[in-house]
């Protein structure tokens, strides 16, 4: 999952949609507190639990959303945010701590019966769910979701899982064909019943259903491809107010035609939900300190100047979480633009992972990492740190690296481009940092910064637009599509998981030791022994120097006082924006 956005915009002061600059108890920390509010509370309990209805719930962005088209979402933010207006068959738990990243029936019955030895899999659909007109959701929607997923043209953003699992070579999505009977990767039984048909076993089939949002369903009549995203038809409890407004915003209204009795995953309780996007981000810190926003939807935390008025102030710090946010920011270094490993390894063995721990904020920012998996992955292991034999204090072995530049014929170094998010504070600094660390060895960084908001379709997550601008490194983060080793490193590593856009196996990695392990797990039944093959392959890379592990994030997040129902969310990494209220 694509770790959160955090950006800036230099004209952020021209937006002021829907976004005043008072809300309903905002400023007033007496408004909506609690006396038992303390630092990081909300990292594993409800905070200001309420099952009061009314507000309006005021969310900000610094940039905007890849897209609101809940199959065309990959970020964490988008996924967590969607779940506003939109259902799938599966979905993570809304409770706090562990029990959040597991999947629990959404629009099904139960979770999905496997068959033909784990080659299909069955899930019914609640009966009486309906759209935002009120028509009741039918199967042949979700058949018809999935479906749209083959076409990359029109869905850049989304993961790929359906077109690698399902047995359905071939076919070109929906928009290229509308007879829906050439799709053979599902078959609908009935209104209420279909069947995922795969090309081999996959025990975890039931995470796939349930991550992002390519099985809520979506009427075939109303689908209008590209745009889709701008007013997309709702099956959750809010409905979009007229079209959203890219780079300004909208608003999310009550759906009249959502029935609390067949959702047990979300509430309803602010009267409307209005974005803005286009505030920079250190706007956002002041003015969810003031009250006057109460999320800030990339949900990576308050940039430095807000960190330290919170660490420092009681009476802010009580109101603020400190989760390990499940998310693990790193240096993905590309296979293809740096195809030597000894090269690679240079440039693990330099890295001032001390100066880009910091960049990050320090022991507030983070852990500095070991392992490609973060620590909350199912059966992960901590792994060894093949780099830091004597670089006890992470700030680089210069002797080391000069010896992996010897041995791939580099020993003056080499130049390479490192690209990052230019408006996101803490990569900027990271790319920094290691410029000037990898300097020490004479390998040079030339560093390009992007905007966020394309920077993982058409920058690094574009093979092409990587191989054109010679990009050898670039920032990234990731966090579990779901919470095994498949859910974490497959689509970040897999050869099969290479796509021309929203491509996160950005280091375009086709080692065949990899390769093969991911074609074996797949036919794993036991968990354990999944998760053995998982650390053996997160092992590898780190054998490949294909990726330079650098931070297991935390986040500071600030909860104002009128902001009900806030805890942190294992399976997104961030506050639960589903439930949430607001006192005022």
């Known amino acids: 999952m694509k770790s959160p956005k955090v950006v800036t915009s230099a004209a952020a002061g021209a937006v002021v949609l829907s976004l005043g600059l008072s809300a309903c108890g905002g400023g007033d920390d007496s408004s909506g507190g609690t006396s038992s509010a303390k630092f990081d509370a909300g990292s594993t309990a409800v905070v200001n639990a309420s099952d009061k209805k009314g507000g309006v719930l005021k969310v900000a962005q610094p940039d905007d959303?890849?897209?609101?088209?809940?199959?065309?979402?990959?970020?964490?933010?988008?996924?967590?945010?969607?779940?506003?207006?939109?259902?799938?068959?599966?979905?993570?738990?809304?409770?706090?701590?562990?029990?959040?990243?597991?999947?629990?029936?959404?629009?099904?019955?139960?979770?999905?019966?496997?068959?033909?030895?784990?080659?299909?899999?069955?899930?019914?659909?609640?009966?009486?769910?309906?759209?935002?007109?009120?028509?009741?959701?039918?199967?042949?929607?979700?058949?018809?979701?999935?479906?749209?997923?083959?076409?990359?043209?029109?869905?850049?953003?989304?993961?790929?899982?359906?077109?690698?699992?399902?047995?359905?070579?071939?076919?070109?999505?929906?928009?290229?064909?509308?007879?829906?009977?050439?799709?053979?990767?599902?078959?609908?039984?009935?209104?209420?019943?279909?069947?995922?048909?795969?090309?081999?076993?996959?025990?975890?089939?039931?995470?796939?259903?349930?991550?992002?949002?390519?099985?809520?369903?979506?009427?075939?009549?109303?689908?209008?491809?590209?745009?889709?995203?701008?007013?997309?038809?709702?099956?959750?409890?809010?409905?979009?107010?007229?079209?959203?407004?890219?780079?300004?915003?909208?608003?999310?209204?009550?759906?009249?035609?959502?029935?609390?009795?067949?959702?047990?995953?979300?509430?309803?309780?602010?009267?409307?939900?209005?974005?803005?996007?286009?505030?920079?981000?250190?706007?956002?810190?002041?003015?969810?300190?003031?009250?006057?926003?109460?999320?800030?939807?990339?949900?990576?935390?308050?940039?430095?100047?807000?960190?330290?008025?919170?660490?420092?102030?009681?009476?802010?710090?009580?109101?603020?979480?400190?989760?390990?946010?499940?998310?693990?920011?790193?240096?993905?270094?590309?296979?293809?633009?740096?195809?030597?490993?000894?090269?690679?390894?240079?440039?693990?063995?330099?890295?001032?992972?001390?100066?880009?721990?910091?960049?990050?904020?320090?022991?507030?920012?983070?852990?500095v990492s070991t392992s490609i998996q973060p620590p909350a992955v199912d059966g992960r292991e901590k792994g060894q740190d093949f780099y830091t034999k004597a670089d006890v204090n992470f700030t680089g072995d210069v002797n080391a690296a000069k010896d992996a530049l010897n041995k791939c014929g580099k020993p003056s170094g080499f130049e390479t481009v490192m690209v990052f998010r230019s408006d996101r504070p803490k990569e900027k600094a990271t790319a920094e940092a290691l410029e000037q660390s990898l300097a020490r060895v004479g390998i040079k960084l030339q560093l390009k910064g992007y905007p966020s908001g394309t920077y993982t379709n058409e920058q690094l997550g574009s093979p092409a637009f990587v191989k054109r601008e010679k990009v050898g490194l670039g920032t990234y983060g990731w966090a579990p599509d779901w919470n095994t080793g498949y859910g974490y490193l497959q689509p970040i590593s897999d050869k099969d998981a290479i796509v021309e856009t929203g491509n996160a196996n950005a280091e375009e990695l086709d080692d065949s030791v990899v390769n093969s392990k991911w074609d074996e797990v797949v036919k794993v039944q036991d968990p354990a022994q999944r998760a053995k093959i998982y650390n053996e392959i997160d092992a590898r890379i780190r054998e490949q120097a294909a990726i330079l592990p650098n931070v297991y994030a935390k986040s500071l997040l600030f909860r104002p006082t009128s902001l009900t129902n806030v805890y942190f969310h294992a399976g997104y990494g961030m506050y639960d924006y589903a439930n949430m209220g607001v006192t005022g």
């Open 65 to 367: 959303f890849e897209s609101l088209d809940p199959a065309n979402i990959y970020y964490a933010y988008g996924l967590n945010f969607t779940r506003l207006y939109s259902r799938q068959l599966m979905t993570y738990a809304s409770k706090p701590g562990a029990e959040g990243s597991k999947m629990v029936p959404d629009l099904a019955e139960a979770p999905g019966t496997p068959g033909d030895g784990g080659k299909t899999w069955t899930y019914k659909i609640r009966r009486g769910v309906k759209y935002e007109d009120g028509t009741e959701i039918k199967a042949k929607d979700i058949k018809y979701a999935v479906a749209r997923t083959f076409d990359r043209g029109v869905l850049r953003n989304g993961p790929s899982y359906f077109t690698q699992l399902l047995d359905a070579d071939g076919y070109k999505g929906p928009f290229k064909d509308k007879d829906l009977d050439k799709f053979k990767g599902v078959e609908v039984k009935d209104d209420y019943t279909l069947v995922f048909k795969l090309k081999a076993p996959f025990a975890e089939f039931d995470q796939v259903v349930g991550f992002s949002g390519q099985t809520v369903p979506v009427p075939q009549d109303k689908d209008t491809g590209t745009r889709y995203g701008m007013h997309p038809v709702s099956s959750g409890p809010y409905k979009w107010e007229g079209d959203y407004q890219p780079k300004k915003g909208g608003t999310l209204v009550r759906n009249t035609n959502w029935d609390a009795q067949t959702d047990p995953n979300r509430k309803q309780l602010p009267d409307k939900i209005e974005v803005q996007a286009g505030l920079k981000a250190e706007e956002i810190d002041n003015r969810l300190m003031a009250g006057t926003v109460h999320v800030d939807l990339p949900g990576s935390g308050v940039q430095a100047a807000a960190r330290q008025q919170i660490l420092t102030n009681p009476k802010l710090k009580a109101n603020a979480d400190n989760p390990l946010a499940g998310f693990h920011w790193y240096i993905p270094i590309n296979t293809k633009n740096i195809p030597n490993v000894e090269c690679r390894k240079a440039i693990v063995y330099a890295a001032d992972r001390a100066a880009m721990f910091r960049a990050y904020g320090g022991d507030a920012g983070g852990q």
